[in-house]
């Protein structure tokens, strides 16, 4: 099906409907006829299709006389979004729909031999098919034996009759290899010759009637016999380089329902010869390999496979793959010597060269960071930097570690269509993008992160490929020949139709071996010759089986297939590298997400899931109270056992929390959010609300210098949803990281990381979030964060972090663990705290972060056994009763306040370890918990409904 996307992310839910009959009027015609195409209206349902206006859309595209060389019509628009040009106009005295067009003009060229078309809704969720193809021209000729742009297999020696009709009298001509075989004088309607086949030949068959010129194309060709042989063991699936001799090649293709295949190349002048047949492997018959000999060191060669169906790709596992389509527009300073392109292959081909110098890696044994203690910084280098590549990457390694990250995660880098692009638009996942430089140069910018302590994640979208993957174009449906086409019922790796609603491009069946092999040896690649750390799995959603394109519910509802390949992956991921990070962007229900959070943590593995606190913290950051509570930022709202709950404010998918700050924001008399110095001002209290909490964390580029153009922001600098994959400005091009307000949250945010990164308190599992509880607190937007980790012997042993998002100074109960000594840790003063419960007034945006050193309260625990802890079963709390369990709680006093800090009870625990059985004969509402011990402090919420 001739469809493009243009928007790499969205999502789109696409019903089809079966053939539909039309009209064209004149009809024969030449391609500068006018004609009038009708369709009758019952061949649509307008209220399936939820079409208003009846408004539907023609998406068509032109081929040559041989019918190649397809175009699109220049008026297509994209497909969520048509082109009103492309309108059929409906004529309800007829109920039909029509559109009237010159096919020149309308197709933009000349040269038309036939047009394919379909109808479609303007945003593309419905459409007809399967695609419609018509003939131009008033002579036409139809090849009916064998068909036009076919391939028939005939034995050397045999003939086979080739027939055709032409709808008036023409002589023909019969061509082999461009060599004519067979012609004819007389005028006629019909054409028969029966050819004898010696070798493979592309066939053409001319007709010709008052100077007009038609032909058809089509391919006869010899079976071969393919030896079967045993596969070397040093060679796999994809390019392999002999361990002892660097004059030999093994490429190995997985190909199933393909006869033989050949390599064409370099080394054979890219002609199908038969000493470059692959071999098939005695074990798996549909594995086909070749060993190539006799090659020059440190040469370069470029080949595809090309198969008995007369498919040609580049190897699935290509390193890096030259294109056709993307290679011209990379320059020189990002690629320098970058390899033409050989002319004539189409699609991409692989390269290889034998001899290579391996990189000579700085480090070569990186202490990952513990996962739970990980600050992500997520970046798209296409928006990064002015030049878009690794070096001026590498040139900013110094900005992104004085901001005190540990980590930085890449959108995809893997081969993606086009140079300018988000990456999900994946063809090749197995080789290295070249629009942001040579794999020498990623290889050295991941060696520099690791000397400066950084992790390098990568984005990867094993959800689906594109059009242009080998996986997807070796079984395809390709009726017009231009090598696009809709996935074969006999595709190893793809559904035919998508099996989650929110799918693009082709989806992966991941209960296939062959994907599962294809994405087990994609980890490999990037985790061993890059020596990257971990991935970020993409949509993780649409790993199920179960579901269907049109069933939203099914694909969010928990799926147990999903769960178990996806902890199969983990096992796989882990097996290459015990240490490497797993992150999944599933955004699920807990009960799904909870099975691998939890999956091996005994082992300390665990995957890691993004956790999206976007809404709730624009809301604060915006001064606004509904929706505002970002309370399951804590990990155990999750069921997660560790913290493994990537949290995050702003991600590449979220609108950015500065450009509603300044759109949106509230307003208080003289306080205006919308106020640029003011939002800047409050984006470094989130900075404290976020990087505080115990547990990994993600942050959006720039979001440290108040980036605030849209996500939907466009090049000519307005706003709309098609935008959105679109190139942003850079920041240091406008000079954010030199402006002393900008910079200043860059400089607040570094200072909490390092905070947070001097006190072991922050990577403690006992804590307490508490935000802004509106209806339950009169001081409004407030948030506190409690911290304690009682198994401290040193330093800071509590945190109690207060915020104001409101917009007028708050008095804000602080609920301290207890009185006595305490520092602000942003300034180091003291800070002498007298009664748990007196207020401190916060202006709005204002924040303060409280820790306490070290007190001789208990004696020295040793093991997590022993640690203090606090729970409440069943919160919310129901039916006036709370359980309050409790765990090495040596003379624990229990002590309950509501939000305004009225003290409601007090009451000493008997049991060091046990169950106390509250009643809450309390008001509807949200309370702290306070439990002091020799061992520690505590601290809870309680919701009372």
Known sequence: MKKIYSLFLLFITVCIFGQISYTISPNPFNETDQITLSVPGNQIDETAWGVANNAIYIWTWSLDQNYANSQDCPTNGSWTNSNELNKLAYNAGTDTYSLTFTPTTFYGRTGIGRFGFLLKTKTGNHQTSPDIFVNVGTLNLNLTNPAANSLTSVPTGNAINITATANINATFQLKANGIVVNSTSTPSTSYSYSYTVAADADMELIATANSTVKNATFTLQVPRNVVSQAIPSWIRQGINYNPTDNTKVGLALYAPFKNFVHVIGSFNNWAVNDTYLMKRDTTNPDLYWIELSGLTPQQLYTFQYRTSDLKKVADPFSPQILSSYDDQYISATTYPGLPVFPAGQGFEVSMFKTGQTPYNWQVTNFARPNKENLIIYELLLRDFTQEKNWQSLINKINYLKDLKINAIELMPIMEFEGNLSWGYNTSFHYALDKAYGTPEKFKEFVDLCHQNGIAVILDVAFNHATGRSPLVRLWNIDPDGDGYGDVAANNPYFNTVPKHSYNVFNDFNHTSLATKY???????????????????????????????????????????????????????????????????????????????????????????????????????????????????????????????????????????????????????????????????????????????????????????????????????????????????????????????????????????????????????????????????????????????????????????????????????????????????????????????????????????????????????????????????????????????IYHKAKNGEITIYDMSGKKMDSFNLKNEDGTYELRTNYPAGTYLVHLKTDNGVAIQKMIVQ
């Not at 200072?751 to 802004?772: G, W």
């Not at 607190?777 to 998002?805: C, E, Q, S």
């Open 518 to 884: 294809y994405v087990e040896r994609t980890l490999q690649q990037w985790l061993t010759e890059y020596k990257v750390d971990g991935f970020r799995w993409d949509l993780t959603k649409g790993f199920t089986q179960n579901c269907t394109a049109n069933d939203e519910t099914c694909t969010n509802a928990y799926q147990q297939d999903r769960v178990d390949i996806l902890k199969g992956y983990a096992d796989k991921q882990w097996a290459l590298d015990p240490t490497s990070y797993m992150i999944f962007e599933h955004l699920g229900t807990d009960a799904e997400e909870q099975q691998w959070a939890n999956y091996r943590v005994a082992e300390g593995k665990g995957v890691m899931l993004w956790n999206n606190q976007t809404g709730a913290y624009n809301q604060n950051t915006m001064g606004y109270s509904q929706n505002s509570n970002f309370d399951r930022m804590d990990h155990e709202l999750h069921s997660f056992t560790n913290m493994h709950g990537v949290g995050y404010g702003e991600s590449h998918d979220e609108e950015r929390l500065m450009f509603k700050n300044l759109a949106y924001g509230a307003v208080n008399g003289t306080y205006n959010v919308t106020n640029l110095t003011t939002a800047l001002e409050r984006m470094k209290t989130f900075g404290a609300t976020f990087f505080t909490i115990p547990g990994p964390k993600m942050i959006w580029q720039f979001g440290e210098l108040g980036y605030e153009f849209s996500i939907n922001r466009c090049p000519d600098g307005t706003i709309n949803n098609n935008c959105r994959t679109d190139e942003k400005p850079v920041a240091f091009t406008l000079g954010y990281d030199t402006n002393t307000n900008r910079k200043a949250i860059y400089n607040t945010w570094a200072q909490i990381i390092t905070i947070r990164n001097a006190h072991p308190v922050f990577r403690s599992k006992t804590y307490t979030v508490e935000s802004n509880n509106l209806a339950n607190d009169p001081n409004g937007l407030i948030t506190r964060i409690y911290i304690n980790d009682p198994l401290l012997t040193a330093g800071v042993k509590n945190v109690v972090v207060l915020a104001n998002y409101d917009t007028s100074a708050k008095n804000v109960v602080p609920y301290f663990p207890f009185a006595g000594q305490w520092q602000n840790l942003m300034d180091n003063t003291a800070f002498n705290v007298t009664s748990t419960t007196a207020p401190i007034t916060l202006q709005p945006g204002e924040f303060r972060i409280f820790g306490n050193p070290f007190t001789t309260l208990s004696t020295t625990e040793e093991n997590l056994d022993k640690r203090l802890s606090l729970q409440i079963a069943d919160n919310p709390v129901k039916n006036d009763l709370a359980k309050l």
